[in-house]
Nanobody, 123 residues
Framework: QVQVVESGGGLVKAGGSLRLSCSAT????????MAWHRQVPGKERELVGG????????YYADSVKGRFTISKDNAKNTMYLEMSSLKVEDTAVYYC????????????????WGQGTQVTVSS
């Protein structure tokens, strides 16, 4: 099992950029399909995208494709989410998740949720 911590969220104007980080506080990501999910109050969690750690294969939801990029640093055991051209509708709590199936899905099993990091995009 892996435990994670997310960071990098904040306030940004529409059209701006942010870089989120997800690091392991326990265990490593090497055995997992790592993904970013996001959630707003009253809505189901939504897959943002994911990466197959061993192969670097990536997957993105249509809503963020072309604007967000997932990358990783094996040595640092860290996953990143580079977000650009941010929209108001990107506002959500972003979570780093670990799974075992490819591609990741909205409702995939997550062993341990992190605290998430809030991203707020203003008009």
């Amino acid at each position: 099992q892996v435990q994670v911590v997310e960071s990098g969220g904040g306030l940004v104007k529409a059209g701006g950029s942010l870089r989120l980080s997800c690091s392991a506080t326990r265990g490593t990501f090497s055995r997992y399909v790592m993904a970013w999910h996001r959630q707003v109050p009253g809505k189901e969690r939504e897959l943002v995208g994911g990466i197959m750690w061993g192969s670097d294969l990536t997957y993105y939801a249509d809503s963020v494709k072309g604007r967000f990029t997932i990358s990783k640093d094996n040595a640092k055991n860290t996953m990143y989410l580079e977000m650009s051209s941010l929209k108001v509708e990107d506002t959500a709590v972003y979570y780093c998740t670990a799974g075992t199936r490819w591609p990741p899905t909205d409702g995939q099993f997550v062993s341990d949720w992190g605290q998430g990091t809030q991203v707020t995009v203003s008009s």
